[in-house]
């Protein structure tokens, strides 16, 4: 499945954070992520993420695409997170 993930938390939390989620997704923007990951996988960083946060004060989102990802992508101002932004055309290669 494609993920989307983002998150809210803590600034002592956040190093932390970004080392879990960068173990299984791409880097998108700073607190933003997105990839394609098995369903065991995204139980696992699951697991991980909640052995971190403080679900009183942090908030971290999933979103999850079964089929396709989003139609199109757009960005205004910098893009971050390297060269890898997946797009329907990146998709059918």
């Given at each position: 499945?494609?993920?989307?993930?983002?998150?809210?938390?803590?600034?002592?939390?956040?190093?932390?954070?970004?080392?879990?989620?960068?173990?299984?997704?791409?880097?998108?923007?700073?607190?933003?992520?997105?990839?394609?990951?098995?369903?065991?996988?995204?139980?696992?960083?699951?697991?991980?993420?909640?052995?971190?946060?403080?679900?009183?004060?942090?908030?971290?989102?999933?979103?999850?695409?079964?089929?396709?990802?989003?139609?199109?992508?757009?960005t205004l101002g910098i893009k971050?997170?390297?060269?890898?932004?997946i797009t329907k055309s990146s998709?059918?290669?």
């Amino acid at each position: 499945m494609k993920v989307i993930l983002v998150y809210d938390v803590k600034e002592k939390r956040v190093a932390k954070v970004l080392k879990i989620c960068r173990k299984y997704l791409h880097w998108i923007q700073n607190t933003v992520f997105e990839g394609e990951i098995s369903p065991a996988k995204l139980d696992n960083l699951k697991v991980e993420l909640k052995r971190i946060i403080n679900e009183e004060e942090d908030s971290i989102v999933i979103h999850k695409f079964q089929t396709a990802w989003y139609a199109q992508r757009e960005t205004l101002g910098i893009k971050k997170g390297g060269l890898f932004y997946i797009t329907k055309s990146s998709l059918k290669a």
